[in-house]
């Protein structure tokens, strides 16, 4: 049966999806940047991928229809998240000369995307917050249905694709958590700004501490600041970042939550271990000759 694309791609360069869009016209620049969209594809070498966000679906016990999903982090600059990041997480008095640093790099650390220092007039930095922002990428590809987009026709079938929760879940959490370790000793904090439904996700999988005292709680080092997409009452029929959480943890809360989870029960895994030998049980002989795994030589040291 066909296959709408736009009930998959929510937005293309900042505007709503609708079949027959041409990001030509305007030679693929982002509204929000100003400049040309940023994102690349392999399927398409020679111009960009401006694809701004995807529709989630509801799930089944949910009683809300469909969600928008920041897949670009771009997307978030539609709104000025860096003051907002000073009204709610910076500590004690607003910064009386707030510079923006971008993408601050160093060996050991890696880098963050912006960091709000409060510079004063002999060029001192006493305090200053570091501010991250995270979309979600995917599994699979929806470049069909962009194609079918630009083209201004239906797909026939849906395309194979879903939002990659663990890769963010995995990946970024540990990265934030060492980050957040090393502004813990730096006496600071680092905000994550990252779409609402990633952090329901995060919380869903690991139910850590938390306290909306972001700038009183001395303990807080790793900030979570969360944005929905909804309606623009200003512009009819498109959408725009709304701030719905600003919640603040530990790095020691956070790694503690992923790390101590309830363990299973011993004997649920020696069920699970009897039902792979129950399959067929091998010898390590055999897999080696069939190359699944190496052969190990030792020394006689």
Not at 24 to 44: A, G, M, N, V, W
Not at 51 to 59: E, F, G, Q, T
Not at 73 to 88: G, N, S
């Amino acid at each position: 049966m066909p296959f709408e694309p736009e009930t998959i791609v929510g937005e293309v360069l900042g505007r709503r999806a609708v079949k027959g869009i041409d990001p030509t016209h305007t030679d693929f620049e982002c509204p929000y940047i100003q400049s040309r969209c940023p994102k690349r594809s392999t399927q398409l070498p020679n111009e960009p991928y401006p694809v701004c966000s995807l529709w989630k679906p509801a799930s089944r016990k949910s009683m809300q229809g469909p969600e928008l999903i920041f897949v670009c982090p771009k997307r978030f600059y539609a709104v000025d998240f860096l003051k907002e990041v000073i009204d709610h997480c910076w500590p004690g008095d607003k910064p009386q000369n707030p510079q923006i640093a971008r993408e601050v790099k160093m060996e050991g650390f890696g880098n963050v995307d912006f960091v709000i220092a409060d510079v004063k007039k002999n060029n001192k930095i006493e305090q200053f917050l570091s501010v991250e922002l995270q979309a979600i990428d995917i599994t699979g590809s929806v470049f069909p249905a962009y194609q079918a987009l630009r083209i201004g026709e239906d797909l026939e079938k849906k395309p194979t694709y879903g939002f990659n929760w663990d890769n963010v879940y995995k990946r970024y959490i540990t990265q934030l958590i060492r980050k957040g370790y090393f502004h813990h000793h730096w006496k600071s904090k680092i905000v994550a700004v990252i779409p609402e439904q990633v952090y329901q996700y995060i919380l869903g999988r690991a139910g850590f501490m938390r306290t909306a005292e972001v700038k009183k709680d001395p303990q807080v080092n790793i900030i979570f600041m969360t944005y929905r997409l909804e309606k623009d009452p200003d512009k009819v029929g498109e959408y725009k970042p709304v701030l719905v959480n600003v919640e603040g943890t530990s790095h020691t809360n956070l790694q503690n939550a992923i790390m101590y989870k309830d363990p299973p029960q011993r004997s649920a895994f020696i069920d699970q271990i009897k039902s792979s030998l129950a399959r067929g049980a091998v010898k390590i002989s055999d897999l080696i000759s069939a190359g699944d795994i190496s052969s190990v030589e030792y020394d006689d040291d």
